[in-house]
């Protein structure tokens, strides 16, 4: 099946610092998405984002999908955006979304 | 007005019970997803439903078993519950069924078991 690679694993970072997490995918995808669980469990839609580049506020993502990765950029962090990023595909053809390990962000005061 | 909903949020029995979890959308949505997310935060989808019929079924024990009444709802039973079905599991719901189509997926905020 697909495998999904997030990285790095883990980030510690100083409040207003500025970070890019990675996700990678061995076949190509029709879906894409990228979420952030907070500290209390939630699973927060950040981006759907199956090709090119979208913003919201200081997020932003890119999926260079004929290379097989998307990136999410996170700028000037703030302590609330501490908790676990996942990145998740779905294979052209298939009907189920697989998600990467994810990337377990702690953002410092 | 939540979009996805499941109840209970918490649920802790012993071994050997059965328990249910509900889920329930209003987002119009035609296909929905049981997830069980680990102690290691790794997410795994175990069952997918598309208006009512069993789409995705992963290898998961028999002792769990999907229930889709209508499109909009969701339930999961666990029969002869095992101390290492203590996880917490997500539903979640998106449009429309794969292959192409926009297929956005939207949760629900958990259902954390333990199992004693």
């Known amino acids: 099946g697909i495998q999904v690679e997030q990285s790095p694993p883990d980030l510690i970072l100083q409040e207003g610092a500025n970070s890019t997490l990675r996700c990678n995918f061995s076949?190509?995808?029709?879906?894409l998405q990228w979420f952030h669980q907070n500290p209390w469990g939630q699973l927060i839609n950040l981006f759907y984002i199956p090709s090119g580049t979208k913003q919201n506020g200081r997020l932003s993502a890119t999926t260079v999908a004929t290379e097989r990765y998307s990136l999410l950029y996170i700028s000037s962090s703030q302590t609330t955006d501490s908790g676990v990023y996942f990145c998740?595909?779905?294979?052209?053809?298939?009907?189920?979304?697989?998600f990467g390990t994810g990337t377990r962000l702690k953002v410092l005061a | 007005d939540t979009a996805v909903s499941q109840t209970p949020k918490y649920l802790v029995t012993q071994m050997g019970n059965d328990k249910s979890i509900k889920c329930e959308q209003n987002l119009g949505h035609d296909t929905m997803y049981w997830y069980k997310q680990d102690s290691k935060k790794f997410l795994k989808i175990m069952f997918s439903?598309?208006?009512?019929?069993?789409?995705i079924n992963e290898t998961v024990p028999n002792r769990f078993s999907p229930k889709s009444p209508d499109k909009a709802h969701l339930n999961l039973h666990i029969n002869s519950l095992e101390l290492g079905d203590s996880a917490v599991y997500f539903c979640?719901?998106?449009?429309?069924?794969?292959?192409?189509?926009?297929?956005?997926?939207?949760f629900g905020p958990g259902t954390r078991l333990t199992v004693l």
């Open positions: 998740a595909v779905m294979r052209s053809g298939t009907y189920k979304y697989i």
């Open positions: 076949d190509s995808v029709n879906n």
């Open positions: 439903y598309n208006n009512k019929e069993l789409i």
């Open positions: 979640a719901s998106s449009p429309k069924r794969g292959l192409g189509i926009y297929n956005e997926q939207f």
